[in-house]
Every structure is written in C-alpha cells, then in structure tokens.
C-alpha cells in the first residue's frame, strides 16, 4: 500500500469520499475511477492527540493494521485516517483492526 501525500488527493477524500466512524478511528475513503492502481493511505493526526511520540505510535499501529487487511481491500482506494476526538487511551492493534473491518463490508 503506498503512502497518500497529495494535498489534492485529501481534498478529493474531504469533498466527495465516504466516511466511517468507528470506536477509535475515523476512515474516509473514495474509489479512484481514474487507475487500478494499489491503495492509497494517508493520516491526519491532529497535534491535540498527544505528543509526538503517541501520534507516531498510532500511524504505526494504523499501518500495521492495513498490512493486515490489504488483500481484502478494493484496488484504486484512496484511504485517510484519523483518531476519534475524544478518545483517552491509545487503541490497540486488535481494535484498530475491529474499525477498519468496517470498510471492507462496503
């Protein structure tokens, strides 16, 4: 899965992709139309999560579960995600893992 960079790409997510709240994460995603490229992901972690070191640890923990599930993905996604607001303990993997299962029923 490669990594989402374009400032263009996470305008496309914010405007026109589809949104799935979950208990620790919130994951927008849009189908690519254009190529049938891999999967795009991006992260949006807002410095009120936490020192650095807990924003990182959450984009590894976020990787990690892509890593896990990106066989089931649809091809040509781009995918952007973020903590829940609120949340006051740092999500584990398994957890991660029981939101992001959420984007490959749709």
């Known amino acids: ?35 049938n490229s891999s999967s795009q992901l991006g992260f949006a972690v807002p410095k009120k999560f936490g020192k650095a070191h807990h924003r990182n640890r959450f984009k590894r ?3 990690a579960a892509f890593h896990h599930v990106d066989s089931s993905l649809t091809q040509g996604q781009f995918i952007n995600v973020s903590p829940k607001r609120g949340i006051s303990i740092m999500p584990t993997l398994e957890q991660i893992l029981e939101d992001i299962s959420l984007l490959n029923v749709r």
């Open 1 to 35: 899965m490669r990594r989402l960079q374009s400032k263009n790409a996470f305008t496309q997510l914010r405007k026109h992709g589809s949104r799935l709240v979950g208990r620790f994460v919130i994951v927008n995603f849009l189908k690519d139309f254009y190529t």
């Open 61 to 63: 923990l976020v990787r």
